[in-house]
């Protein structure tokens, strides 16, 4: 139980540090806080709310695993180095590729609303 409440209190001072210095992130989780309520009206059921939820989610989850892999080549070297610059450019790629998917699950969800 020790080691899950130390998480939780790593888990809470990353979010500290990420709400307080990566653009991205901030307006991330601004996008989820409008996307929460939004959804409720968008969804016609539990199960797509739930999908239109989890897209925003995953955006986030992308977004702090880019962040930590940006920071950690960082830490490493802060010059040029091919190898780190593709492993920031698969960071990037995965958080657009989450974007992509999210605008997909909102789409289909406002289609099927629409029609």
Same mark, same amino acid.
């Given at each position: 139980?020790?080691?899950?409440?130390?998480?939780?209190?790593?888990?809470?001072?990353?979010?500290?540090?990420? @709400?307080?210095?990566?653009?991205? +992130?901030?307006?991330?989780?601004?996008?989820?806080?409008?996307?929460?309520?939004?959804?409720?009206?968008?969804?016609?059921?539990?199960?797509?709310?739930?999908?239109?939820?989890?897209?925003?989610?995953? @955006?986030? @989850?992308?977004?702090?695993?880019?962040?930590?892999?940006?920071?950690?080549?960082?830490?490493?070297?802060?010059? +040029?180095?091919?190898? @780190?610059?593709?492993?920031?450019?698969?960071?990037?790629?995965?958080?657009?590729?989450?974007?992509?998917?999210?605008?997909?699950?909102?789409?289909?969800?406002?289609?099927?609303?629409?029609?």
């Amino acid at each position: 139980m020790d080691r899950i409440v130390k998480a939780f209190y790593n888990s809470v001072a990353a979010w500290r540090v990420l @709400i307080r210095s990566e653009k991205a +992130f901030q307006q991330e989780v601004a996008l989820l806080a409008v996307a929460l309520p939004l959804a409720f009206f968008v969804a016609v059921d539990g199960r797509s709310y739930l999908m239109l939820i989890g897209s925003i989610l995953l @955006i986030l @989850i992308v977004e702090v695993l880019n962040t930590g892999i940006e920071a950690a080549c960082d830490a490493y070297t802060r010059e +040029f180095h091919a190898d @780190i610059k593709i492993a920031k450019d698969c960071g990037s790629l995965a958080v657009l590729l989450s974007i992509t998917l999210a605008l997909g699950v909102w789409g289909v969800a406002l289609w099927e609303k629409l029609s």
